[in-house]
């Protein structure tokens, strides 16, 4: 629901002071403060995508690093598109406009965001080929990847040395479901502490299989990309 209602307050704020935003690089982006509500304008190259989100969910690297975008808008002026419509893929530079927000307290993210400049990547035909979504989408225990997000969960051990240090964070873990339903390739993507990090690839590697995901009647490979949440205990 603080998404939504996120994602309503950025669309609200409208094209033209988007257009009027204050340009950022992707560090300053993620030093700004938490009471900084100015409008930010960010340019970069889009990486790691969120596998088979159709709201827009995506990192966007510029020569200071990495910001987070979750959920976007077409903000080009007369243009109406949705996420998968405006035809985004990896290696596109974009230049979007949105506010600085925390989300659960812990991961640095524009919400809302509008698009007001597209540029294809060099191979961009090729990849947003391969980016097609599956006829169906991979099931775990005959549910959805919701299911998987809870069964993770439930058997996360906090280490040791991050409770010591009270250290919190969200780790992202990219993985493939193979064409045999098992969970392979999976590494860390944006890590928070070298136990965390491990901890979240262990439980995600000793998962069961899934169903695979199917494409023209035959199994086919699908990346998720997985954040691994993790909370100290009050």
Excluded: C
């Excluded at 080929?129 to 998987?148: R, V």
């Excluded at 997000?149 to 479901?177: H, M, N």
């Excluded at 490979?221 to 205990?233: G, M, N």
Aim: charged share 25%; glycine share 10%.
């Amino acid at each position: 629901m603080r998404r939504v209602v996120l994602a309503l307050l950025a669309l609200a704020a409208g094209l033209p002071a988007a257009a009027q935003g204050v340009r950022k690089t992707a560090d300053e982006f993620n030093r700004m403060s938490r009471s900084d509500t100015s409008l930010v304008v960010l340019r970069g190259v889009v990486t790691r995508p969120r596998a088979n989100d159709q709201r827009g969910v995506f990192y966007l690297q510029d020569e200071t690093g990495e910001a987070y975008i979750y959920g976007l808008e077409d903000g080009r002026p007369g243009m109406n598109q949705s996420f998968v419509q405006m035809g985004i893929a990896p290696g596109d530079t974009l230049t979007v406009a949105g506010r600085r927000t925390v989300y659960n307290g812990t991961t640095i993210e524009m919400a809302g965001g509008h698009l007001l400049r597209k540029a294809d990547g060099p191979r961009h035909a090729e990849i947003l080929e391969s980016m097609k979504a599956p006829d169906k989408y991979p099931t775990f225990k005959g549910q959805d990847a919701n299911a998987f997000s809870s069964w993770v969960t439930a058997r996360l051990k906090y280490p040791q040395d991050a409770k010591d240090a009270r250290i919190e964070g969200t780790v992202l873990v990219k993985f493939v479901i193979g064409t045999n339903g098992g969970v392979q390739e999976v590494e860390v993507e944006k890590g928070v502490f070298p136990s965390l990090d491990a901890e979240a690839v262990r439980v995600i590697k000793s998962s069961p299989k899934w169903k695979p995901g199917i494409k023209d009647g035959k199994p086919v490979r699908v990346t998720y990309h997985h954040p691994v949440i993790f909370v100290l205990p009050n």
